[in-house]
């Protein structure tokens, strides 16, 4: 066999086993995997001392890139570091999950990616196609999505990393401190945080309906970090 037909042959095997580990991990992640009660994750982390924002960056950046919904991370964000703290903790560690998973996804491949999602891949694609920015960004907004289809679905459907890093960046703030001031409300329930739970969501609601008309093309308004289109 030559040196040329080996090239693809080991490219195509190493994208499979990627594949396939992703795959176990996933799956593994999903029906053994259990996110503890709020009360024992936010003992466990704060065992750690110090290194405790630490050890949620990195358990946060984790569960940001499977099927595990980000939810409980967030609200026991606001719960161990309050809202201002675990608002920033919490949205680094989120996108640093959906930046890994991003490139693993370019690097899997489109078919793979295909076949990662599922029954999330048709539609996943349809959405991001030609629409990448305006499509991630209200994606990201809309509660009850989750994260990993889209993280993985933009690095494979031709979603440029400039539009995918931008996008996450702006989108993903309101919804994370919408969350995590829930958290700090249930651990001190202060009207500076039920304040901050009630404006975060109004942007989370205004910011979401904007995504949504932007991404339709009915916006007279450009979203925060769209490119300009030539007239």
Same mark, same amino acid.
């Given at each position: 066999?030559?040196?040329?037909?080996?090239?693809?042959?080991?490219?195509?095997?190493?994208?499979?086993?990627?594949?396939?580990?992703?795959?176990?991990?996933?799956?593994?992640?999903?029906?053994?995997?259990?996110?503890?009660?709020?009360?024992?994750?936010?003992?466990?982390?704060?065992?750690?001392?110090?290194?405790?924002?630490?050890?949620?960056?990195?358990?946060?950046?984790?569960?940001?890139?499977?099927?595990?919904?980000?939810? =409980?991370?967030? $609200?026991?964000? #606001?719960?161990?570091?309050?809202?201002?703290?675990?608002?920033?903790?919490? /949205? @680094? %560690? !989120?996108?640093?999950?959906?930046?890994?998973?991003?490139?693993?996804?370019?690097?899997?491949?489109?078919?793979?990616?295909?076949?990662?999602?599922?029954?999330?891949?048709?539609?996943?694609?349809?959405?991001?196609?030609?629409?990448?920015?305006?499509?991630?960004?209200?994606?990201?907004?809309?509660?009850?999505?989750?994260?990993?289809?889209?993280?993985?679905?933009?690095?494979?459907?031709?979603?440029?990393?400039?539009?995918?890093?931008?996008?996450?960046?702006?989108?993903?703030?309101?919804?994370? =401190?919408?969350? $995590?001031?829930? #958290?700090?409300?249930?651990?001190?329930?202060?009207?500076?945080?039920?304040? /901050? @739970? %009630? !404006?975060?969501?109004?942007?989370?609601?205004?910011?979401?309906?904007?995504?949504?008309?932007?991404?339709?093309?009915?916006?007279?308004?450009?979203?925060?970090?769209?490119?300009?289109?030539?007239?």
């Amino acid at each position: 066999m030559s040196q040329k037909a080996l090239g693809p042959a080991w490219g195509s095997f190493i994208r499979n086993a990627l594949l396939v580990a992703v795959l176990a991990g996933m799956i593994y992640a999903a029906f053994n995997l259990r996110l503890p009660p709020l009360d024992e994750l936010q003992q466990r982390i704060e065992d750690y001392g110090w290194a405790g924002w630490m050890v949620f960056i990195a358990l946060y950046a984790v569960v940001a890139m499977t099927p595990i919904p980000v939810t =409980v991370m967030a $609200v026991s964000g #606001g719960l161990i570091f309050g809202t201002l703290e675990g608002s920033l903790l919490s /949205v @680094i %560690g !989120v996108l640093i999950g959906c930046f890994a998973a991003y490139h693993l996804a370019r690097l899997l491949g489109t078919q793979a990616v295909r076949k990662l999602l599922g029954s999330h891949g048709e539609k996943v694609e349809s959405h991001l196609h030609d629409a990448g920015f305006e499509a991630v960004f209200a994606l990201r907004l809309t509660p009850g999505v989750p994260y990993w289809p889209v993280n993985y679905g933009s690095g494979a459907f031709g979603v440029s990393q400039r539009d995918f890093v931008v996008a996450s960046m702006i989108s993903t703030v309101p919804g994370q =401190v919408s969350l $995590v001031a829930l #958290g700090a409300f249930i651990a001190d329930r202060t009207i500076v945080n039920g304040v /901050v @739970i %009630g !404006v975060s969501w109004a942007v989370v609601i205004a910011m979401t309906i904007w995504a949504y008309r932007s991404w339709r093309g009915s916006s007279n308004h450009r979203l925060p970090g769209a490119e300009s289109t030539a007239d």
